[in-house]
């Protein structure tokens, strides 16, 4: 099947008692056995729904993964993955990342002995120097958040081969409608269906999905153990919202493209963050590991300063002043006191994250109340 058919199809069959089309959504805690053991493939809720199951064979379809494993949140399927690791084990990330994963990574699992190094990505250069006998997992986070940076996911993966590294791919800015890392050769890809999959902002979830048998072993391990598993109308409404992944991440893509042509030649804007623009200094890289540029754009303004954009982030009127991405609505954030606060200042600022720094992301609206929204924000 082509893409835009798994988005309905994969892993997608009619309720067999009923016929129904739409994955019924079952509300129950538990299930009835025939004897001890002896049930239907069901017997606690915590460890498997149907409606759960039903969303997590699509997302596997989508990934081209033999297995995925779904979660109450993006950092709930993040915290599983840690798990499976244990003190002293080193673990390789970007320097510029999300910074729910930075704090989980430092604030949590530090103090539990795991090791981590925070390195410029885009250099494979360092991500190979970073490597010791202790490294267990590179963590890749391509585009990455919030500055848009593209990572080598085959690069990067080769590097892990025969090695026992994982190489772990969050693909929640690209979506699989643009991006399929395990296709290019990462063991492992983890989504906040929060943003694209979901794609609404109204429902909260995380993915891990692997071909990987022993490692979703341990990931369904943690399903049950630790328990941090989505409610059946969450996966509803995750369910219903990957319909329309293509659609929506294709007029979001289009829309993104003519914002940032229109801020690169802005004569009040400095620096344009977004890959699909020729002087994108991945932009190379993105147009063969993607299928297209994505719907996130950064920015700052040429004066260069926190209370400038405050002040274009106060004054949009479509654009919503608000957390997260993803959705159909446009949104506008402040990395460094919104998403990023938890990073220390310095760290932000090594990485090139200024406190001047303004992310969107686009959504569906017509392209021309956008623009003529982010002007008036802009020049006012």
Sequence with gaps: MKFNTKTIHAGQKPEETSGAVMPPVFFTSTYAQKAPNDHQGYDYARVGNPTRTALEKLIAGLEEADECACFSSGVGAIDAILKTFKPGDHIISTNDLYGGTYRLFTQVYENYGIKFSFVDMTDIGKVKDAITNQTRMIWIETPTNPLLRIIDIKGVSDLCKGKNILSAVDNTFASPYLQQPLLLGADVVMHSTTKYLGGHSDVIGGAVASSNSSFMEKIRFQVKTTGAVP??????????????????????????KKIAEYLDNHPKVGAVYYPGLENHPQHQLASEQMSDYGAMISFSMKENTIEKAVSVMSKTEIFTLAESLGGVESLISHPASMTHGSIPKEKREEAGLKDSLIRLSVGIEDIEDLINDLEQAISS
Excluded: F, W
């Design 231 to 256: 409610g059946p109308m969450d996966c509803y409404l995750t369910l219903r919202g990957i319909k329309t992944l293509a659609v929506r991440v294709q007029r979001s893509t289009e829309n993104a």
